[in-house]
């Protein structure tokens, strides 16, 4: 029996951290470094990471300013970055048919 | 790709996506201030009638007014500052106050001068004009009970169209301090602690 082609899955994009990045920004304006960090209960150094590495694929922008001496970061899902989670989405979409469609055969 | 993995990753997605959703809590301090203002309000004007003031009553209106648009501005904007998201129920409900706080601008300065509404009924429509936004509020925020306690404003509407002035007070304050106060308690409470109350670390 000849098997399914199954898409192949953005890496940038599924990255779990990254993921939830994403999800968070396309629900949203904009979320800042503290959000992002508490809710993916990140490390500095790591959530930097992998916001810098969704920056040069151009999926998000970063803001940095100053609120009186102290720094705020802001991050913005771009129109690249929406239709790169929509694919995801879809992706994942066409995975779990074909895992319903592999049960089914199965019984 | 196993039926785990997707399983887990879509978990990812409903759970981040979900509590984005929830992040109401920047219009908590909204509400409150402009419950506290409007009780301050009402009794500065009371007071003044009271005591047959009434040279005084319509530019003391226009300052508290103008004190409180410029507080509510402050406090809106340091709100949205300091809060770790910004959604876009957050905007569109800062938008619907915008657009109530108008509206009550024209009730209270504009239409008695132009003789279209009486003195009387500023009161009335002004907990009318609370009970629309406090109404869209529970909507928008998914709090039905907001929704529901907004029907304290018509009620109190109606109370204050039935009774004479110094009880019209007294209900406008109660409504204040259930129809406002409240609400903007509750989702306080609904803040899901965020970095919005954290030092900034971020060292990138």
């Known amino acids: 029996m000849k098997k399914p082609i199954l898409p192949e899955l953005d890496p940038i994009v599924h990255a779990p951290a990254r ?25 500095d150094g790591n959530l930097s990471t992998h916001l810098s590495r969704l920056e040069a694929a151009g999926l998000i922008t970063i ?8 720094p705020s970061t802001r991050c913005v899902i771009t129109q690249k970055g929406r239709r790169a989670f929509l694919k ?7 995975f779990v048919n074909e895992a319903k469609s592999a049960g089914l055969k199965k019984k | ?22 992040q109401t809590a920047e219009s908590a301090p909204l509400f409150i201030y402009m419950g506290v203002a409007s009780v301050v309000f009402v009794l500065a004007v009371s007071l003044l009638e009271l005591k047959g003031l009434f040279r005084l009553v319509r530019p003391v209106m226009i300052g508290l007014t103008l004190i409180n648009a410029v507080a509510g501005g402050l406090i809106v904007g340091r709100a949205i500052r300091r809060s770790g998201v910004t959604t876009y129920s957050g905007r569109v409900l800062i938008s619907l106050w915008v657009a109530c706080s108008a509206i009550l601008l024209l009730i209270t300065f504009v239409l008695p001068v132009l003789g279209a509404i009486p ?27 907001i929704s529901w306690i907004s029907l304290v404003w018509p009620a109190a509407a109606l109370a204050m169209a039935a009774v004479q002035s110094p009880w019209r007070i007294g209900i406008m304050i109660a409504a204040i301090a259930v129809g406002f106060i409240m609400p903007g308690i509750w989702l ?7 970095g919005a109350d954290c030092e900034e670390t971020d060292p990138a």
Do not use: W
Request: aromatic share 6%; net charge positive; charged share 25%.
């Open chain 1, 19 to 43: 993921l939830a990045i994403l999800s968070i920004l396309i629900s949203a304006e904009s979320a800042g470094f503290n959000y992002l960090k508490e809710a993916l209960d990140a490390t």
């Open chain 1, 63 to 70: 803001e940095k300013t100053f609120e009186g001496k102290k």
């Open chain 1, 88 to 94: 995801h989405l879809d992706r994942l979409e066409i």
């Open chain 2, 1 to 22: 790709m196993n039926p785990e993995e997707i399983r887990q990753e879509l978990a990812v997605i409903r759970n981040m996506i979900d509590r984005t959703r929830k």
């Open chain 2, 119 to 145: 003195a009387g009924a500023i009161g009335i429509l002004a907990a009318m004009i609370f009970g629309i936004g406090m109404f869209m509020t529970g909507v928008i925020c998914e709090m039905p009970r």
């Open chain 2, 188 to 194: 306080g409470g609904q803040k899901i602690k965020s």
